[in-house]
């Protein structure tokens, strides 16, 4: 017999939670599960992907309240259809729609996954989360930082937590002659340090201003041909670029939009910076150790586990652009550094945090129910 999954998400676009469940898709043994993918709505290409993967991708509406019964009756209705042995359900909408509905489809066994690093969560939301994983089976955390807090902030019984790393799909090295033509159409020289990040502009919780805060310092401390490389697209771009203005590094600053393939970015980097206030795993900071480049991070969520200060990059605190000009101008001038960085960062990426290694745990999660 087939164990089938139903997994329940929220919108379906470029995130890590999306990518985990393309791993799962092109990875999971299909000899022994068959799985759908419910979400609000699928944009983009990854959807597609999953969908070319042979695993269904189903849109039942946009979810914007708990009470919203018409969402809960389209799921039910898919429910009945596919009749899964597992419901899991990931981010808080999906953690909601799986909760609920599976407790009234009586869905033997339902998952929530905790996929964000909720420091400012309020303890009435964190309330809310205890008591929809009151029938759940299992409470996956995607780092050791979300599972400190399902255990000490929302109280969720230790028996029930799971620690499972996001795991990334290596891709391939790109082509000298590519990467050098993307370059030049950006306008990066071949003189230009280039400091890289990757991410959705959500100034909030990404800081991509601490950033560009940080080369103004960079340039007092003598680093001057520095370029900081942008990529990702989101409401605040148009925010980010006036402050660069207002800092007179507008020329410094390059903004490449949304890139469905990242590798060519990567392959242009020197450095690889993410300035989070908050992130539950740091897929980027993974994908970026893939390509051995040093990291420079914020000391939150889950880069503090996967960023080992003074090994693969260099910690520093959160909304301190000086420290990030500090570690910037560390490895700028230390050739040697930022190499033994990038080997030691490649080796642990290759070990921790694969494709392979998070299919082959959530494949053992999904059989200790012993339901096939």
Same mark, same amino acid.
């Given at each position: 017999?087939?164990?089938?999954v139903?997994?329940?998400?929220?919108?379906?676009?470029?995130?890590?939670?999306?990518?985990?469940?393309?791993?799962?898709?092109?990875?999971?043994?299909?000899?022994?599960?068959?799985?759908?993918?419910v979400?609000?709505?699928?944009?983009?290409?990854?959807?597609?992907?999953?969908?070319?993967?042979?695993?269904?991708?189903?849109?039942v509406?946009l979810?914007?309240?708990?009470?919203?019964?018409?969402?809960?009756?389209?799921?039910?209705?898919?429910?009945?259809?596919?009749?899964?042995?597992?419901?899991?359900?990931?981010?808080?909408?999906?953690?909601?729609?799986?909760?609920?509905?599976?407790?009234? =489809?009586? &869905?033997?066994?339902?998952?929530?996954?905790?996929?964000?690093?909720?420091?400012n %969560?309020? @303890? #009435? *939301?964190s /309330?809310?989360?205890?008591?929809?994983?009151?029938?759940?089976?299992?409470?996956?955390?995607v780092?050791?930082?979300?599972?400190?807090?399902l255990?000490?902030?929302?109280?969720?019984?230790?028996?029930?937590?799971r620690?499972?790393?996001n795991?990334?799909?290596?891709?391939?090295?790109?082509?000298?002659?590519?990467?050098?033509?993307?370059?030049?159409?950006?306008?990066?020289?071949?003189?230009?340090?280039?400091?890289?990040?990757?991410?959705r502009?959500?100034?909030?919780?990404?800081?991509?201003?601490?950033?560009?805060k940080?080369?103004?310092?960079?340039?007092? =401390?003598? &680093?001057?041909?520095?370029?900081?490389?942008?990529?990702?697209?989101?409401?605040? %771009?148009? @925010? #980010? *670029?006036? /402050?660069?203005?207002?800092?007179?590094?507008?020329?410094?600053?390059?903004?490449?939009?949304?890139?469905?393939?990242?590798?060519?970015?990567?392959?242009?980097?020197?450095?690889?910076?993410?300035?989070?206030?908050m992130?539950?795993?740091?897929?980027?900071?993974?994908?970026?150790?893939?390509?051995?480049?040093?990291?420079?991070?914020?000391?939150?969520?889950?880069?503090k586990?996967?960023?080992?200060?003074?090994?693969?990059?260099?910690?520093?605190?959160?909304?301190?652009?000086?420290e990030?000009?500090?570690?910037?101008?560390?490895?700028y001038?230390?050739?040697?550094?930022?190499?033994?960085?990038?080997?030691?960062?490649?080796?642990?990426?290759?070990?921790?945090?694969?494709?392979? *290694?998070?299919?082959?745990?959530?494949?053992?999660?999904?059989k200790?129910?012993?339901?096939?």
């Open positions: 017999m087939k164990i089938r139903l997994h329940v998400l929220e919108t379906m676009k470029s995130g890590g939670v999306e990518n985990r469940r393309l791993s799962l898709a092109k990875m999971l043994d299909k000899s022994e599960f068959e799985q759908k993918i979400c609000t709505q699928a944009i983009g290409q990854l959807p597609v992907k999953i969908n070319e993967a042979g695993v269904e991708v189903i849109q509406g979810f914007k309240s708990i009470l919203q019964f018409n969402v809960y009756k389209k799921l039910l209705r898919v429910i009945r259809q596919f009749k899964p042995h597992i419901i899991h359900g990931a981010v808080f909408e999906g953690v909601t729609m799986a909760a609920v509905t599976g407790t009234l =489809a009586r &869905v033997p066994i339902i998952i929530v996954e905790e996929t964000s690093d909720p420091q %969560r309020s @303890k #009435l *939301a /309330l809310l989360l205890r008591q929809l994983a009151r029938p759940a089976k299992a409470v996956v955390a780092s050791p930082a979300v599972e400190s807090y255990l000490q902030v929302a109280k969720i019984p230790a028996r029930k937590v620690l499972i790393n795991g990334i799909f290596f891709p391939p090295l790109p082509q000298k002659e590519e990467v050098e033509k993307v370059k030049l159409a950006l306008g990066i020289g071949e003189s230009d340090f280039v400091i890289g990040s990757v991410g502009l959500r100034d909030f919780h990404k800081r991509f201003s601490d950033l560009i940080a080369l103004p310092l960079l340039k007092a =401390a003598g &680093v001057l041909n520095v370029k900081l490389l942008i990529v990702g697209e989101g409401n605040d %771009r148009g @925010k #980010l *670029a006036d /402050l660069a203005g207002q800092l007179g590094v507008a020329n410094q600053v390059v903004f490449a939009g949304f890139a469905d393939q990242t590798a060519l970015y990567y392959a242009m980097m020197h450095v690889f910076a993410i300035a989070s206030f992130e539950a795993f740091g897929l980027v900071a993974a994908e970026a150790m893939y390509f051995k480049l040093p990291v420079v991070a914020t000391a939150v969520g889950g880069l586990h996967i960023v080992v200060h003074g090994q693969t990059g260099l910690l520093v605190n959160k909304e301190a652009p000086h990030i000009a500090d570690a910037i101008s560390t490895l001038y230390d050739a040697d550094k930022r190499s033994a960085f990038g080997q030691a960062g490649f080796e642990r990426v290759l070990s921790e945090y694969s494709a392979e *290694a998070y299919v082959k745990n959530v494949t053992a999660l999904y200790s129910f012993n339901l096939a």
